[in-house]
């Protein structure tokens, strides 16, 4: 799987010194595992807190003020764990919050977004396949993103409705979830597409399907590396990267929700034996989210 992206970055001020402290990881629920599967071998030291909002999922289907609501708290949330630094490793939480995170969150912060740059760079036909949310297609971030670095290439983008639960429920490779997979997929290849931008962290545990599905057809444009990276390099500029060389403990996993359905993915694709404690991070108050 290819892993290449152009993620959000900026040091912001009043970032914590204590470079022991944990990195904190969130996503509208378990996507973000993929995120923290290339933390962990990028950054083999850190310590680790991931929050999953399942209580919440998915994002894709929610309206912004609620997207923005659910990410200031669990990043508030974090904050008050102790993170120095955050990744917001949810496609359309960054899509629709990240600025207003970035105002008011006194720690850096890595974003995710769809690879749309790396990949008209890599396609030979110029024709792109896009797999993402409604949310993170419609938002104005993806289309800058579009308008910046598409060039020549036709872009074919494509909402995965029902992905994202499909995930969340730890189906990976049922007959329904890949009669659903191909009818998204198969219009692309019939355009001509020979790139597949996966624009949601939940996507790449559907890997191995999409592969199934079209074969060797397809390079995919995942973002979960080149994020981590994009993290070790912040960390390294704001002198915050753990200098303790010995293994870092095991990452902390919460949930808003029962936490099962992460236990089972974290094991069966990560190969993590966890427990997952239960978090109730209320949403903030209508006041508190008028930006």
């Given at each position: 799987m290819s892993a290449v992206a152009a993620p959000s970055l900026q040091p912001n001020a009043g970032a914590p010194s204590d470079a022991s402290a944990p990195v904190g990881i969130f996503d509208s629920g378990l996507g973000g595992l993929s995120v923290l599967r290339a933390v962990r071998?990028?950054?083999?030291?850190?310590?680790?807190?991931?929050?999953?909002?399942?209580?919440?999922?998915?994002y894709g289907e929610?309206?912004?003020?609620?997207?923005?609501?659910?990410?200031?708290?669990?990043?508030?949330?974090?904050?008050?764990?102790?993170?120095?630094?955050?990744?917001?490793?949810?496609?359309?939480?960054?899509?629709?919050?990240?600025a207003h995170v970035r105002e008011r969150l006194a720690i850096p912060l890595v974003g995710v977004e769809p690879g749309v740059k790396p990949a008209a760079a890599v396609s030979k036909s110029r024709v792109v396949g896009v797999l993402a949310t409604q949310v993170t297609l419609r938002s104005a971030r993806f289309q800058s993103l579009l308008d910046r670095y598409a060039g020549d290439c036709r872009f074919v983008c494509q909402p995965?409705?029902?992905?994202?639960?499909?995930?969340?429920?730890?189906?990976?490779?049922s007959p329904e979830l890949m009669a659903l997979l191909e009818s998204y997929l198969k219009p692309m290849l019939d355009a001509g597409a020979d790139t597949l931008v996966l624009g949601c962290t939940h996507y790449p545990f559907l890997d191995r399907a999409i592969r199934d599905i079209a074969g060797e057809r397809l390079h995919i444009v995942d973002t979960s590396v080149a994020v981590a990276r994009q993290l070790e390099r912040l960390l390294g500029a704001s002198a915050l990267k753990n200098p303790d060389a010995s293994p870092a403990v095991a990452p902390r996993f919460f949930s808003t929700a029962d936490g099962e359905s992460q236990r089972q993915l974290a094991a069966s694709l990560l190969r993590i034996e966890m427990s997952v404690e239960h978090v109730d991070i209320p949403a903030r108050s209508a006041e508190s989210r008028t930006l």
């Open positions: 071998a990028v950054l083999p030291h850190e310590r680790l807190i991931y929050v999953a909002d399942s209580l919440h999922a998915p929610r309206d912004d003020a609620f997207i923005v609501g659910r990410t200031m708290a669990i990043g508030e949330w974090l904050v008050a764990q102790g993170a120095k630094a955050l990744v917001v490793a949810c496609n359309t939480a960054t899509a629709q919050s990240i995965g409705h029902g992905l994202v639960q499909a995930v969340e429920r730890c189906d990976t490779s």
